[in-house]
């Protein structure tokens, strides 16, 4: 019973294979593993039992060969704008945080790529908790599949990395994960719905862009020097300003700058032409992101009118610019804050360690 395969760590050409091998160790016709595959991710199961259109034979032939673990709710909250925070444990008792925000007739979901995170962005609720562990295909994917399993179920329509974790320093996983939920035999999205954020991680971000698939890229970039990104993220050290513009430079698509405003430290015009400068050399688009307070202690939010000039600087600079509505702010959905809010801070752990960085070719 312990080696049963876990078919949601498996893209869909892979599960496909498995269980057509599966059916014909079986004797059984090999449309029987499209029909399973089918209720991996489009019309997704519970478990065996549910795949109503299986023999209950087969049903109990697959129970005993292969899994398709949950991701368990132990808390789901609703802000006031329609926003909705999720905390999932996991099967070794870590949480990880999912929000969905609704807009008009889409639904953004923000997913984890790891338990806690590595990095310690000085702002970040996540960075304060460290690092536990990089999640498993099988985890990132199924943030999307349990919104498939609600009751009523949640419309997933895009997607993007930016809940906990730095999701390319755990490409190992994400990049199997990223072919789940584009592929129409999987979840299905477009890949100009998915988008991956990241501090700026070099390697992972060469990897996503050889992928043929328009993925989506974010870059945090936060602070437009040198000196003050290495205040506000330590990895500034690792991937400098420098080398992180110039890989955005070369990336094949049009990336996204992430700017969240801090109050008298990032937010004045000096800083608005100097974004502006780096934004132009690599045609970016750039986000500015209002604090979510409660994040890590010690700073303020810029006030909107300041946004509102900061982005008018930007604008005047030929950059082209949005300013992203705060949501969920009454049910704290900033990064991390759901899970310290349940959980407490807890001493960070392993922040030395840093996910896997090692990309394939
Ligand atoms: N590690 C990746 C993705 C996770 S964070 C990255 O850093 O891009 C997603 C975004 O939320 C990042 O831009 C991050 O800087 C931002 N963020 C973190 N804490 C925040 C807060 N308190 N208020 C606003 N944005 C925050």
Redesign the pocket.
């Known amino acids: 019973m312990n080696d049963r395969e876990n078919l949601l760590d498996l893209t869909p050409a892979q599960a496909l294979e498995r269980l057509t091998a599966f059916m014909r160790d079986e004797g059984l016709p090999v449309y029987r593993a499209r029909q399973v595959v089918r209720h991996l991710w489009v019309a997704p199961a519970r478990e065996f039992a549910g795949m109503t259109d299986l023999p209950v034979a087969l049903r109990e032939r697959l129970e005993a060969r292969f899994t398709l673990p949950r991701l368990t709710v132990v808390a789901r909250e609703k802000s006031a704008d329609g926003t909705e925070k999720f905390l999932f444990r996991l099967a070794d008792g870590e949480a990880i945080e999912t929000v969905a925000i609704p807009e008009g007739n889409r639904v953004t979901l923000c997913i984890s790529s790891q338990a806690g995170?590595a990095?310690q962005?000085a702002?970040?609720?996540t960075g304060a908790m460290g690092f536990s562990r990089n999640l498993a295909v099988h985890e990132i994917a199924g943030q999307v599949r349990e919104m498939r399993l609600l009751d009523p179920p949640i419309p997933v329509t895009n997607v993007v990395?930016?809940?906990m974790?730095?999701?390319l320093m755990n490409w190992k996983a994400v990049d199997p994960a990223l072919t789940i939920l584009n592929d129409p035999n999987g979840l299905g999205i477009g890949a100009r719905h998915i988008t991956v954020?990241?501090?700026g991680v070099l390697p992972g971000i060469v990897a996503l862009g050889k992928r043929p698939e328009q993925f989506r890229l974010?870059i945090?970039i936060?602070a437009p020097s040198d000196s003050l990104r290495q205040e506000l993220m330590p990895i500034n050290t690792k991937y400098p300003l420098a080398q992180v513009i110039e890989a955005a430079k070369v990336f094949d698509r049009r990336v996204t700058f992430?700017y969240?405003m801090l109050g008298g430290v990032n937010d004045g015009e000096e800083h608005a032409l100097n974004l502006a400068a780096l934004a132009r050399e690599c045609r970016a688009f750039v986000n500015l992101?209002p604090?979510?307070p409660g994040?890590a202690r010690g700073f303020t939010p810029t006030p909107g009118h300041r946004i509102a000039a900061f982005a008018r600087e930007l604008r005047a600079q030929n950059v082209e610019v949005a300013v992203r509505k705060s949501r969920g702010v009454d049910i704290a959905a900033?990064?991390g804050q759901l899970r310290v809010e349940r959980l407490g801070r807890r001493t960070p752990r392993a922040t030395q360690q840093h996910g896997d960085v090692d990309v394939k070719r």
Do not use: Q, R
């Open positions: 995170c990095l962005c702002f970040c609720a990395f930016m809940g974790g730095e999701p954020s990241t501090v974010a945090s936060h992430e969240v992101i604090l979510h994040g900033a990064c």
